[in-house]
C-alpha cells in the first residue's frame, strides 16, 4: 500500500512538473513504485508498470522513459497495443523517433476490419525472436532471424529472414522462402520470395523456385506466380519472354492452308488432267 501511494504521489508530482516536458509525458504513468530524476530526465517505473500515451498503451514489469527523448524501454511480460496491432514480447525499446524493437518471443497480431476485399476482415500475425517496427512507415516490419507471417484469410509465408510493409500488403522473404495460400491451394517457395498482394496480386519466386496447385507444378530459377481472383494458378517462367522472328516466320510458313485452284475445288489436280480422264 504504501509503494502504491508513493507512486501515486511521484505520479502527480511527474505529470504536474517542469512544464518543458509535459507535453512529451505519457498522459498516463501507473506503476508500484516509480522515480523520476529531473536532471536525466528519465523515468523509471517498478511493478505492474502502465503507460500511455496518444494511442500507444504499455505494460510490463520494469520501465525507463526518457522524458526529453521520449525513448523507453519495457521489460518482462511486456503487452504493447498501437491502432489495430497488438505485440507481446520479452522486452521492447522506442526510440521516440518511429522505431519499436521487440525482442523475445515476439508476436505481433493484426486485426483487419471488413472491408470490400475482406468482407469478413483478417486476423494476420507475425512471429519471430526479433521484430523491428515502424509503425508510420506503412507499418513496416523487419523478422531479421527469420519468422512466421500469417493470415486468416491467405494463408502463411516464412523464410529464413522476412521484412514487409503490412499497409502494402509486401512482404520480401530472403532464405528457404515458402509460401502457402490457403484460399488458392497454392504453394510456392525458392530462395527468395517477393509477395504483393494488394495491388499487383503476383509473387517473384527465384533461385530453384517452384510452385505447385492442384497436382500441378512449374519449376525454374525464376518464376512469376499472379494471384488470379478466381484462386486458378497463373505463372510466367520468363514474364518478357520474345518469341524469335526467324521461329515465327517458320511457324507461319508451315501454318499455311493448302492452296485449292479457283478452276477446280480438286485438291492439287491439274485440271487439265482431270478433265481428261472424264472423257
Not at 523507453?72 to 519499436?100: E, F, K, P, Y
Not at 525458392?190 to 527465384?206: I, Q, R, W
Request: hydrophobic content about 35%.
Amino acid at each position: 500500500m504504501v509503494k502504491k501511494i508513493c507512486a501515486a504521489v511521484a505520479t502527480a508530482m511527474l505529470i504536474s512538473s517542469a512544464a518543458i516536458a509535459a507535453e512529451d509525458l505519457p498522459s498516463e504513468v501507473n506503476a508500484d513504485a516509480i522515480e523520476y530524476d529531473m536532471n536525466t530526465g528519465v523515468v523509471a517505473a517498478e511493478g505492474n508498470v502502465l503507460l500511455k500515451h496518444g494511442t500507444t498503451k504499455a505494460t510490463g514489469l520494469h520501465a525507463l522513459f526518457n522524458v526529453n527523448t521520449k525513448e523507453a524501454h519495457l521489460i518482462g511480460n511486456v503487452i504493447v497495443v498501437r491502432d489495430n496491432m497488438r505485440i507481446t514480447c520479452n522486452a521492447l525499446m522506442s526510440n521516440g523517433q518511429g522505431h519499436m524493437l521487440a525482442d523475445g518471443n515476439v508476436i505481433a497480431t493484426q486485426n483487419l476490419a471488413p472491408n470490400e476485399k475482406y468482407p469478413d476482415g483478417d486476423t494476420r500475425t507475425f512471429t519471430g525472436e526479433r521484430i523491428d517496427y515502424f509503425p508510420d512507415d506503412r507499418k513496416h516490419v523487419i523478422i531479421p532471424t527469420g519468422g512466421v507471417v500469417s493470415s486468416a484469410v491467405e494463408g502463411t509465408f516464412t523464410a529464413d529472414s522476412m521484412e514487409g510493409w503490412i499497409d502494402d500488403e509486401r512482404y520480401i522473404g530472403t532464405g528457404n522462402a515458402h509460401l502457402v495460400s490457403t484460399t488458392r491451394n497454392l504453394e510456392a517457395g525458392g530462395d527468395n520470395v517477393d509477395y504483393d498482394g494488394k495491388d499487383a496480386g503476383k509473387a517473384v519466386l527465384s533461385g530453384n523456385a517452384w510452385a505447385f496447385q492442384n497436382n500441378n507444378t512449374i519449376r525454374g530459377n525464376r518464376l512469376t506466380v499472379y494471384l488470379a481472383d478466381d484462386g486458378n494458378l497463373k505463372a510466367s517462367a520468363a514474364p518478357n519472354l520474345q518469341m524469335p522472328e526467324e521461329f515465327g516466320k517458320a511457324f507461319e510458313e508451315t501454318s499455311k492452308p493448302a492452296q485449292v485452284d479457283k478452276k477446280s475445288e480438286t485438291v492439287g489436280i491439274n485440271p487439265d488432267e482431270a478433265t481428261s480422264n472424264e472423257s
